[in-house]
T-cell receptor, first 116, second 114 residues
Framework: DAGVIQSPRHEVTEMGQEVTLRCKPISGHNSLFWYRQTMMRGLELLIYFNNNVPIDDSGMPEDRFSAKMPNASFSTLKIQPSEPRDSAVYFC??????????????FGPGTRLTVL | AQTVTQSQPEMSVQEAETVTLSCTYDTSESNYYLFWYKQPPSRQMILVIRQEAYKQQNATENRFSVNFQKAAKSFSLKISDSQLGDTAMYFCAFMRGGSEKLVFGKGTKLTVNP
């Protein structure tokens, strides 16, 4: 059974450019989460979706960040324009809210973003 | 707001020995879940073990076990027979029942020495 898939694994871009990170959740999971990990702030929840609907985006740092989930098998996190302080590892996680142990989130391998 | 504290930024242990990682949390809730995640150098976040607060029995998964002290709000992870592959960052996390949000501690970097 495939886990959460994220692409790209590494992204290097220049300040001002648009960056799009992609996530495919585990099949059958109905919640999806985007996290950011930095040395200074640790792991932070940016936004999450239930049944493709954004529920809480209070962790999104500013309007330059946006996330979409057009269907149950795909989500994107976009940064436009990117800034050096956006450099971090971005994780996607998913879970099945209705299953036993539905509290457990399963993480993807992350995307390491570097903004020069 | 809930907080999770891991007081040991770094620890080391010899291969085959036992090590315990500490985690405390602060909450007024009675229904919640606790987790330990492992993040090896590959960066992948891997679930190690989970505990439901309403269960008094400590969770175990092979060489990994927890000491859950609900009154003390403590949730430590014991790794027995440490292996080189256990070298990783370990994160303790809390989730309130009915919530979707995981709150993570800052992590403990564990090194297993040969």
């Amino acid at each position: 059974d495939a886990g959460v898939i994220q692409s790209p694994r590494h992204e290097v871009t220049e300040m001002g450019q648009e960056v799009t990170l992609r996530c495919k959740p585990i099949s059958g999971h109905n919640s999806l989460f985007w996290y950011r990990q930095t040395m200074m702030r640790g792991l932070e929840l940016l936004i999450y979706f239930n049944n493709n609907v954004p529920i809480d985006d209070s962790g999104m740092p500013e309007d330059r960040f946006s996330a979409k989930m057009p269907n149950a098998s795909f989500s994107t996190l976009k940064i436009q324009p990117s800034e050096p302080r956006d450099s971090a590892v971005y994780f996607c996680a998913s879970r099945n809210r209705l299953a036993g142990g539905g509290d457990t989130q399963y993480f993807g391998p992350g995307t390491r973003l570097t903004v020069l | 707001a809930q907080t999770v504290t891991q007081s040991q930024p770094e620890m080391s242990v010899q291969e085959a020995e036992t090590v315990t990682l500490s985690c405390t949390y602060d909450t007024s809730e009675s229904n919640y879940y606790l987790f330990w995640y492992k993040q090896p150098p590959s960066r992948q976040m891997i679930l190690v073990i989970r505990q439901e607060a309403y269960k008094q029995q400590n969770a175990t998964e092979n060489r990994f076990s927890v000491n859950f002290q609900k009154a003390a709000k403590s949730f430590s992870l014991k790794i027995s027979d440490s292996q080189l592959g256990d070298t990783a960052m370990y994160f303790c996390a809390f989730m309130r029942g009915g919530s979707e949000k995981l709150v993570f501690g800052k992590g403990t970097k564990l090194t297993v020495n040969p």
